[in-house]
């Protein structure tokens, strides 16, 4: 089974700030099947990159992802004030694993 | 609109049984796998299973095989995620999601508390 690590577990910045977020997997995953979600306290989960790098509808796009193989990122290239959050990657089409998430907070 | 609509918060003892309910609208409720993912006070998310609703077609995560049942009503429109016995380590918020493997649409979550 495929164990997907987030890093940094918490990041701390200002707003208007650039955050990159890592996805490490154990082993190579098919870009074609590497989501990020958005969670803000008390709200489910939103998915915000599917496929590494393409916007789901509604995605600003001061978010972004990249990455191929086992490593993966997500960069919101100038943090408002609404993207503090819990952000966590996930591997899908075939087991559906989650990273533990990284916790972006203000700084 | 696809939404997604949880039911209510439970309260339970252990060892009690516990019915949980998603209801679909806005689209084709039988066309597409809803899925169930669990969320443990300030973890991480786990995926349970998933069931297809237009032939109740079924798969498990194996960390939840076993522990729980996935069903689902046409004629309503409703999943289910139920227990027959549960346990204080069931307490958790429990989401509903669309989609086999990739969430795009997700309930607002049921908050599942087992406590004596």
């Known amino acids: 089974e495929i164990v997907l690590t987030q890093s940094p577990g918490t990041l701390s910045l200002s707003p208007g700030e650039r955050a990159t977020l890592s996805c490490r997997a154990s082993?190579?995953?098919?870009?074609?099947?590497l989501a990020w979600y958005q969670q803000k306290p008390g709200q489910a989960p939103r998915l915000l990159i599917y496929a590494a790098s393409s916007r789901a509808a509604g995605t600003p796009d001061r978010f972004s992802g990249t990455g191929s193989g086992t490593d993966f990122s997500l960069t919101i290239s100038r943090l408002e004030p609404e993207d503090f959050a819990v952000y966590f990657c996930?591997?899908?089409?075939?087991?559906?694993?989650f990273g533990q998430g990284t916790k972006v907070e203000i700084k | 609109e696809v939404q997604l609509e949880q039911s209510g918060a439970e309260v339970k003892k252990p060892g009690e049984s516990l019915k949980i309910s998603c209801k679909g609208s806005g689209y084709s409720f039988t066309s597409y796998w809803i899925g169930w993912v669990r969320q443990m006070s300030g973890k991480g998310l786990e995926w349970m299973g998933v069931?297809?609703?237009?032939?109740?077609?079924?798969r498990y995560s194996p960390s939840f095989q076993g522990q729980v049942t996935l069903s689902a009503d046409k004629s309503t429109s409703t999943a289910f995620l139920q227990w027959s016995s549960l346990k204080a380590s069931d307490s958790a918020i429990y989401y509903c999601?669309?989609?086999?493997?990739?969430?795009?649409?997700w309930g607002q979550g049921t908050l599942v508390t087992v406590s004596s």
């Open positions: 996930q591997r899908y089409g075939g087991s559906r694993t």
């Open positions: 082993q190579t995953v098919s870009s074609s099947y």
């Open positions: 069931i297809y609703p237009g032939d109740s077609d079924t």
């Open positions: 999601v669309r989609g086999d493997s990739l969430f795009e649409y």
